[in-house]
């Protein structure tokens, strides 16, 4: 790329449980480790490149039958290099999330990562967000498997947010983006009745009209 002043590019691809993620991380930390230079505000790129791995793993992966950290969305990443060979930036393009996910899951799979993490929060978020056991929800409950062998979803959180943190999404951006996974979970657990009149509705129970309310709190 030096020598030649032409861009490169590197294609992973493989079958479901293949090692694509985790080969891609690989390939980032090597490059990073190469090119590594100082960042603004005591972070480097090296580390804001690196860190935007279990920011984006939290919210695109989930346990599927095959991997319990599968990658549900397809990326794009573009590392930038000055003239000396340095990281400059980087630029990380998202597409084909499976998004019916979110809503339908079967046993022994699990929702996106993120709605587990929000539930295993310090009692200061849950209370904030006011969330229960992620067994409580209806869009993690459909299927049986809420815990994963190999990951603490109270830490995971945690280091979401140390992640978040280092690749410059700020305390306003990050709560924010945790209201709407919160309001997410409770819009799942609201419930209609057939209404009297011609093809209306109405909330079910007390029950399904506070996760309404606290869901459009959120969103407020």
Same mark, same amino acid.
């Given at each position: 790329?030096?020598?030649e002043?032409? &861009?490169?590019?590197?294609?992973v691809?493989g079958?479901s449980?293949?090692?694509?993620t985790?080969?891609?991380k690989?390939?980032?930390r ?9 960042g603004?505000?005591?972070?480097t790129?090296? %580390?804001q490149?690196? =860190?935007?791995? !279990?920011v984006?793993?939290a $919210?695109g992966?989930?346990k599927?039958v095959?991997n319990?950290n599968?990658?549900?969305f397809?990326?794009?990443v573009?590392? %930038? $290099? ?5 990281i400059s930036g980087?630029?990380?393009r998202? @597409?084909?999330? =499976?998004r ?7 046993t !022994?799979e ?5 709605f587990y993490?929000?539930c295993?929060a !310090?009692?200061e978020?849950? %209370? ?9 929800f209806h869009y993690l ?6 815990e994963?062998?190999g990951?603490?979803?109270?830490? =995971? @959180? ?9 690749v410059?999404?700020?305390e ?14 409770h819009i799942? &657990?609201? &419930?209609?009745?057939?209404g009297?009149?011609v093809?209306s509705s109405?909330?079910?129970?007390d029950?399904?009209r506070f996760?309404?309310n606290?869901?459009? =709190?959120l969103?407020?």
């Amino acid at each position: 790329m030096i020598n030649e002043g032409k &861009n490169n590019s590197i294609l992973v691809s493989g079958e479901s449980g293949a090692g694509k993620t985790e080969t891609t991380k690989m390939l980032m930390r090597y490059l990073a480790h190469l090119g590594g230079r100082s960042g603004v505000e005591g972070r480097t790129v090296e %580390q804001q490149v690196l =860190e935007s791995n !279990p920011v984006l793993e939290a $919210f695109g992966n989930a346990k599927t039958v095959r991997n319990n950290n599968s990658s549900r969305f397809g990326k794009f990443v573009e590392i %930038q $290099f000055d003239k000396t060979g340095r990281i400059s930036g980087a630029a990380i393009r998202t @597409y084909l999330l =499976e998004r019916s996910r979110v809503c339908q899951i079967n046993t !022994p799979e699990r929702n996106y990562h993120c709605f587990y993490f929000l539930c295993a929060a !310090p009692p200061e978020d849950t %209370q904030r967000y006011k969330l229960a056991d992620a067994r409580s929800f209806h869009y993690l409950n459909q299927s049986s498997c809420i815990e994963v062998e190999g990951i603490n979803d109270a830490e =995971e @959180y945690l280091a979401t947010r140390r992640a978040m943190d280092i690749v410059g999404i700020n305390e306003e951006e990050q709560e924010a983006i945790f209201r709407v996974v919160a309001a997410v979970l409770h819009i799942g &657990n609201i &419930n209609f009745a057939k209404g009297k009149e011609v093809d209306s509705s109405v909330i079910q129970d007390d029950n399904s009209r506070f996760h309404l309310n606290t869901a459009s =709190e959120l969103l407020e």
